[in-house]
């Protein structure tokens, strides 16, 4: 079932970084096909072992992520995919975010580089009038959505977060992603119970996306290994923009233990001026 989830304005400036988005946005990063053998026992709890997979995460330490951002709208689809890593502990990631080429197969628009750290977002190469040696910074605790879907691509750490309002969840069954056996999961998540839940770094992003969307409950599909690391989770958002708009955001996780250095561009190389709609 569909959930729909309809954004409530925040003003010009959350309005304009999220037409960024909405010209952004996710495609599911690889199939996997899941299905139960006969002889595998699901676990005793599901929604407790999706529920804690923040927390394995975070004694992890770091770990390479993809993400795949798909939208929907008017019989139209855009995907928009990042590369990077991210730090569990510092709560800090880097991502190369590729915007999709025109009907004719040319780039649009030069990667963007996005820097996640504790409550804001860092973009290089945003467009929209900014110079292509400054940045932009975004305070993710103003945006309706916490960055959800406006970076065109869900933050790891606020897709794991996310994860701690897990609810009615039940266990699919034992299949592979990216060669690792993992064990299926599928449920609905609550935004504002995860956002109670989370750690304080990503809470304020989770409590804006809370109040910024009408409905809390957003249906995912989670992999974890053996271990109880996430490998995938694939989020589904339903928001009403102009439209309604369906978006799929996943995130692939990876490489743990890979070292993630994050520097944050100085004051100066910070963009200061009016950023175009």
């Known amino acids: 079932m569909v959930v729909h ?18 010209a952004v ?19 005793e709890d599901p929604a407790a072992a999706v529920r804690g997979a923040a927390d394995v995460l975070d004694a992890t330490g770091s770990a390479r992520a993809r993400t795949a951002m798909e939208m929907a709208t008017g019989g139209t689809r855009v995907t928009i995919r990042g590369e990077g890593g991210v730090d569990f502990k510092s709560r800090m990631g880097q991502l190369l975010v590729m915007l999709p080429a025109d009907a004719a197969g040319k780039a ?19 467009g929209a009038g900014v110079p292509d040696d400054k940045w932009v910074r975004v305070d993710t605790t103003t945006l309706a959505d916490g960055n959800l879907v ?20 039940t266990y699919v069954g034992k299949t592979e992603v990216a060669g690792t056996k993992v064990r299926h999961y599928r449920g ?21 996306a809370a109040k910024g969307f009408d409905t809390d409950t957003v249906p995912f599909d989670a992999y974890l290994d053996e271990e109880g690391r996430l490998r995938k989770v694939r989020h589904r958002f339903t928001y009403v923009n102009n439209g309604v708009i369906d978006v799929s955001s996943t995130t692939l996780l ?10 944050l561009p100085a004051s100066g190389d910070i963009f200061a001026g009016k950023i175009a709609g």
Request: overall charge positive; charged content about 20%.
């Open 5 to 22: 989830q309809h954004m409530r304005r925040r003003g010009r400036a959350g309005e304009a970084v999220l037409a960024v988005a909405v």
């Open 188 to 208: 609905t998540t609550d935004i504002g119970r995860a956002a109670r839940s989370a750690s304080p770094g990503v809470r304020g992003a989770l409590e804006a």
């Open 108 to 126: 649009e628009h030069r990667p963007i580089t996005e820097l996640l750290v504790p409550g804001a977002l860092y973009m290089k190469n945003r």
């Open 25 to 43: 946005t996710v495609a599911a990063t690889s199939g996997c096909g899941s299905s139960a053998s006969g002889d595998d026992r699901p676990p």
């Open 150 to 169: 406006t970076g065109g691509a869900t933050d790891p750490l606020a897709a794991v977060e996310l994860l701690r309002g897990a609810r009615d969840v």
């Open 254 to 263: 990876y490489g743990f233990g890979t070292p993630v250095t994050v520097v």
